[in-house]
């Protein structure tokens, strides 16, 4: 037993006593590493990203080149950002840079051209030929998409065939490949001509000088029972022909994502027009057949199929684009629309023409409507020959998914401002 004032402890008090010791010296290192820990978690989410942005600015025509960091304001979401470089290219030079470190930009240039057309037009040839006379440089890669196949333009071809015998390659290659890829659509806008003519020829006094299309001794109620079926699946069909697949486009945009260089689109795209009965041969059809219910169910089934719209996401094409860094532009072929005695010729392009014109604008490229496709093209390939290249490091940037809205401004100017919409934070 130890004895009272005994300087010597016990064997258990001096246990007890380490026991303590070790509990406050654990205590002690979990208050010395929890801030630690929360600080690196927190690091962990602080994530920085570098965005870039391509811009291009003009006053009226001219482009304007002489801008500085202090004359440009960027916002994501409303927000202010600091931009902290801004590069000057032209073609794919480097000619001015200021920045607080090198961010070291891919200039390098990759140009598309998309066909979507009915027919050949031969000024597409004078488009090409401006392109490698007036844009394209030896570091350029080229990939051709016409209706039914892929092109990449390999440097070796460039290296040892002649100008003129690469522009008259795509030439005979486009051609070829109009003629064979909507070669089913063009035979079925000739059959809808000959349904429609026979369509308003019943009940007129020209009807036996329909198109062969049913026997002579057919009588008109028989002709509509044959033609109207047969005009709505052909409809339908064209129309199934002539969408444009917002799938194939987004999958486009997704795969030119995953490349760093500068990425230059030009869409061709040639007006189109559906034949359709004219609204008074309709309108007399449909007096024609008043006790004929089905007849006239198909009739007015022709009013909603005329006027449905064109199924595609414009937020979710535009999205795509933009985060891709895809400089988008579209070249609209406009032609006559053909004047066909009893035949209503419609306009079927509004539709598509609408949707790619906006994804035009969020990508920060332009639209240029022309019966010269070569003339088209040659402005819409000017301003995509100088821009800068903009560099920001989000606030708070946090990878959630969300689609972040990018707006670029001139201060003190009314300057025409054209960048990308924005990116995803992936």
């Known amino acids: 037993m130890r004895k009272k004032n005994d300087p010597c ?27 630690q820990l929360f600080a690196q978690a927190v690091q962990h989410e602080a994530i920085v990203a570098n965005i870039s942005v391509s811009l291009r600015v003009f006053d009226g025509d001219r482009f304007v080149e002489d801008l500085t960091l202090n004359d440009l304001e960027l916002y994501e979401d409303g927000k202010p950002q600091k ?3 801004l590069y000057l290219t032209r073609q794919s030079v480097i000619e001015r840079s200021q920045a607080g470190r090198d961010f070291s930009p891919n200039t390098a240039r990759r140009f598309y051209f998309m066909f979507q057309i009915t027919d050949f037009n031969p000024q597409i040839t004078e488009a090409i030929d401006h392109f490698f006379t007036h844009v394209y440089q030896p570091e350029d890669q ?48 000739r059959d809808l001509k000959k349904i429609v003519h026979s369509l308003t020829a019943i009940g007129t006094s020209s009807e036996r000088t329909m198109y062969n299309l ?20 052909t409809l339908q069909h064209l129309e199934e022909l002539r969408l444009v697949e917002e799938g194939r486009f987004v999958r486009f ?18 007006r189109e027009f559906r034949p359709e009965i004219e609204a008074g041969a309709l309108d007399r059809l449909l007096t024609f057949t008043q006790s004929d219910h089905s007849v006239q169910a198909q009739l007015r089934e022709l009013f909603y199929f005329y006027h449905r719209e064109v199924n595609l996401s414009v937020t979710k094409l ?19 629309q053909e004047n066909i005695a009893g035949i209503y010729m419609r306009e079927q392009s509004e539709d598509v023409f609408k949707v790619f014109s906006q994804v035009a604008a969020s990508s920060g490229g332009i639209v240029d409507t022309s ?47 054209l960048h990308r919409q924005g990116y995803y934070a992936n």
Do not use: W
């Not at 049913?214 to 699946?233: C, F, K, Q």
């Not at 030119?256 to 030009?266: G, N, P, R, S, T």
């Not at 903009?390 to 707006?407: C, T």
């Open 142 to 189: 080229v990939v051709i998409m016409t209706p039914i196949k892929n092109y990449v333009l390999s440097q070796e071809a460039l290296e040892v065939k002649t100008r003129d015998a690469i522009i008259q390659d795509i030439r005979n290659a486009l051609r070829r490949d109009t003629s064979v890829g909507v070669s089913e659509f063009n035979s079925l806008v």
């Open 371 to 417: 019966q010269n496709p070569a003339a088209a093209f040659a402005n819409a390939s000017s301003l995509t020959d100088r821009s800068y290249l903009l560099y920001y490091s989000p606030e708070a940037y946090v990878r959630d998914g969300g689609f972040r809205n990018i707006v670029v401004k001139v201060k003190d100017r009314d300057y025409r401002v």
């Open 214 to 233: 049913e026997s002579s001794d057919s009588t008109s109620s028989s002709s509509l029972e044959y033609l109207l079926p047969r005009y709505h699946d």
């Open 253 to 270: 945009a997704a795969q030119l994502k995953k490349l760093d260089e500068q990425k230059i689109v030009f869409f061709f795209y040639q």
């Open 9 to 35: 402890p016990s064997k258990s008090g001096i246990e007890y006593e380490m026991k303590y010791i070790a509990i406050i010296f654990f205590l002690l290192v979990l208050l010395f590493l929890i801030p």
């Open 83 to 85: 931009i902290q470089g």
């Open 318 to 336: 535009c999205q795509a684009f933009s985060d891709a860094s895809i400089v988008f532009n579209l070249i609209y072929m406009n032609r006559q």
